[in-house]
């Protein structure tokens, strides 16, 4: 189902965009759930750390867990086992003194002395690659809530059908993007199931340590050499300046613009997703703020589509001034109103745009400009989301430009649900990757 868990953690992501607005705190396992966590924190905009916990089995039979440890003492303890199996507290404290001094130097490995991200009052996001017995990730929910959490959530990419149950009064919330009933063992839904290193550990854990903990999102799915060239950009618009985020693989790379809709920021945990996805398939990104902190605050703004346009045109102004004249080729991607942002701006006179990919977009709010559009124009819209469909529908019979209609089977306005967003992104990477131009897609 997966090739490898890059491809899982992003799939995942799609279904954790619900609580990107919450205080989470995104935590993997060591070793196999951290490149997992560090796509659903690039994804989500989360803080990343890991969870390091050690089962404390009981001595004459390991595998039973009798509690469980996490860092800065915390121990959680089974007081069923330890009485139906006659373990006095120095037999428990023994097992205990020798588990936290491998828990220690773990932690000191994965974090080469940074502090461990305090849970108190937070939400902890624990990830792993997948759950089989649980045993690792039931302790993991445990002391996370120890160490303060005040919602406890876990998430993994496959599972047993009766995952639910299995966590049923341990946990807030389960999240599992796939439960077969043929599942066995984690390994059968990775094309690639590679063991992940403690180096690869620390690297992701270094790159997700970025002006308040963020992650980006990794490149070409290697967990270690980091190809992407990102900064934050300042860009001056109409009159006002705009925070983005710029992503380039490669200096060549054609970059796409991203134009949020619904008043929502360049940190929209789905444009996120999507981006990520292009950023491995080799093309540039820009995320950025359509309005300034001050325009937010009238809500009017947000559905002011002359407005909005006008602010993309100067960014790509700016963008090209960036690239050069004879740069690579730019591209849009609008959501919602966003979309109708992007067909505006791309009808406008001398507009410099080679493709334009609309997710569930408004393209109606853009009537005048539709057919003044050259750019080649990808109208993607779920099969469930009967109205904007329509809306859709009607606006490519207006459209002068190659266009097509792509629509996604099982999903509603917001794609929401499982896999329809990554559908979106593997829809938008191939039509750019044909409009656009060459692109260095560098390893698989």
């Not at 059908?161 to 599992?176: I, L, S």
């Not at 002006?211 to 109409?238: K, L, M, Q, W």
């Not at 940190?267 to 491995?280: C, E, G, I, Q």
């Amino acid at each position: 189902m997966y090739a490898n868990r890059q491809e899982a953690g992003r799939r995942l992501a799609g279904q954790l965009a619900p609580t990107a607005g919450e205080d989470v705190v995104v935590l993997g396992l060591p070793r196999g759930g951290v490149p997992v966590a560090f796509e659903v924190a690039a994804v989500l905009g989360a803080p990343l750390d890991v969870i390091v916990v050690r089962k404390l089995g009981v001595p004459f039979q390991p595998e039973l867990a009798m509690g469980a440890i996490g860092e800065d003492g915390v121990r959680v303890d089974n007081p069923e086992v330890i009485d139906l199996a006659g373990i006095s507290e120095a037999q428990v404290a023994e097992v205990e003194r020798r588990e936290r001094a491998e828990l220690e130097r773990r932690a000191g490995r994965f974090r080469r002395a940074r502090v461990r991200l305090d849970l108190t009052g937070r939400t902890a996001l624990i990830v792993d690659d997948g759950i089989a017995t649980g045993s690792t990730a039931r302790a993991a929910c445990r002391v996370a809530r120890a160490h303060g959490a005040e919602r406890v959530v876990l998430a993994a990419p496959v599972g047993p059908p009766d995952v639910d149950q299995r966590f049923a009064g341990e946990v807030d919330e389960v999240v599992v993007t796939e439960t077969p009933d043929w599942f066995h063992a984690v390994g059968q839904a990775y094309v690639d199931f590679a063991p992940t290193s403690d180096d690869e550990v620390v690297d992701l854990l270094a790159r997700a340590v970025d002006r308040g903990g963020t992650a980006e999102p990794v490149a070409g799915g290697a967990g270690i050499e980091a190809r992407h060239r990102d900064e934050d950009v300042d860009i001056p618009a109409g009159g006002v300046t705009l925070e983005g985020r710029l992503i380039r693989p490669e200096v060549e790379s054609p970059v796409v613009v991203f134009a949020h809709g619904s008043g929502s920021s360049r940190h929209s945990p789905r444009n996120r997703l999507v981006a990520s996805v292009l950023n491995d398939a080799g093309l540039g990104t820009l995320l950025f703020d359509l309005l300034s902190p001050v325009e937010e605050l009238d809500r009017t703004n947000v559905f002011d589509i002359d407005l909005l346009a006008g602010r993309l045109v100067d960014v790509t102004t700016w963008l090209r001034g960036r690239l050069g004249e004879r740069g690579p080729a730019i591209g849009y991607f609008g959501a919602s109103t966003g979309a109708a942002a992007a067909l505006w701006a791309a009808g406008h006179p001398g507009a410099d745009v080679a493709a334009v990919v609309s997710r569930g977009g408004r393209p109606d709010l853009a009537g005048p400009r539709l057919g003044a559009v050259t750019a080649p124009t990808l109208l993607i819209v779920g099969d469930l989301d009967t109205a904007v469909l329509a809306l859709n529908r009607d606006a490519q019979t207006q459209l002068r430009c190659e266009s097509e209609l792509a629509l996604v089977a099982g999903a509603t306005h917001l794609f929401e649900e499982p896999g329809t967003l990554q559908r979106v992104a593997e829809l938008a990477s191939d039509w750019f990757a044909r409009h656009l131009g060459p692109t260095d897609l560098g390893p698989a």
